[in-house]
């Protein structure tokens, strides 16, 4: 069974620059989760989808960030326009209602750098 | 709100020695606690969980964990590191929806160093 696929593996732009990044999870997964680390930190939600629908996207900075999820199966998150601070490992995690609560299984991240 | 804390950033053990990593939660119901494993450049690997029933719960690799209602935890360990375990260590706690798919609360990890 093929994992959570994520692309591109690392990225480096320049501020102000956008920026988007893309999540294949498992097969049958209908929940998908983006997350935010950052350098010593662990993990921080950024939005939950159950299929299609963005069921929690509360800690989502909405002026620069958005995420889609069409069809319901691959999503994409992007920046635009992109800060330093945004500099961070973006997780995504995909996981299969009904079963084993919150197993989350995750992708191996987007390393993102802005200068 | 719930919070996970992981007071270890860093420890450092001899490889065949023991490990216990600790683990200190907030929550007020029953938690649903896991433990991950990130080594550099990978994403997260489940280690084990604990819903509930048995308070011992034995994981991949030879890891195993205690709930402890009392002290809010939910600790670490394995008899016998191996150099293959340095890595970092994520604690979470599951948000409850009423049984359904909620969000994870991580802490912030404790780096492993193993010492050949």
């Known amino acids: 069974e093929a994992g959570v696929v994520q692309s591109p593996r690392y990225k480096i732009i320049e501020k102000k620059q956008p920026v988007a990044f893309w999540c294949n999870p498992i097969?049958?997964?209908?929940?998908l989760y983006w997350y935010l680390q950052n350098l010593g930190q662990g993990p921080e939600l950024l939005i939950r989808?159950?299929?299609?629908?963005?069921?929690?996207d509360s800690q989502l900075p909405k002026d620069r960030f958005s995420a889609e999820r069409l069809k319901g199966v691959d999503s994409t998150l992007k920046i635009q326009p992109a800060e330093l601070g945004d500099s961070a490992v973006y997780l995504c995690?995909?996981?299969?209602?009904?079963?084993?609560?919150?197993?989350?299984?995750f992708g191996p991240g987007t390393r993102l750098t802005v200068l | 709100a719930q919070s996970v804390t992981q007071p270890d950033i860093h420890i450092t053990v001899s490889e065949g020695a023991s490990l216990e990593l600790r683990c200190n939660y907030s929550?007020?119901?029953?938690?649903?606690l896991f433990w991950y494993v990130q080594s550099p450049g990978q994403g997260l690997q489940l280690l084990l969980k604990y819903f509930s029933g048995d308070t011992l719960v034995q994981g991949i690799k030879g890891f195993e964990a205690e709930f402890k209602r009392s002290q809010s935890s939910f600790n670490l360990r394995k008899p016998s590191v191996h150099w293959s375990d340095a890595a970092e260590y994520f604690c979470a706690v599951g948000e409850g929806y009423g049984g359904s798919q909620g969000n994870l609360i991580f802490g912030k990890g404790t780096k492993l160093s193993v010492k050949p």
């Open positions: 929550y007020g119901a029953t938690p649903y």
């Open positions: 097969s049958g997964h209908n929940t």
């Open positions: 989808y159950e299929n299609e629908e963005a069921v929690d």
């Open positions: 995690a995909s996981a299969k209602s009904g079963t084993d609560y919150n197993e989350q299984f």
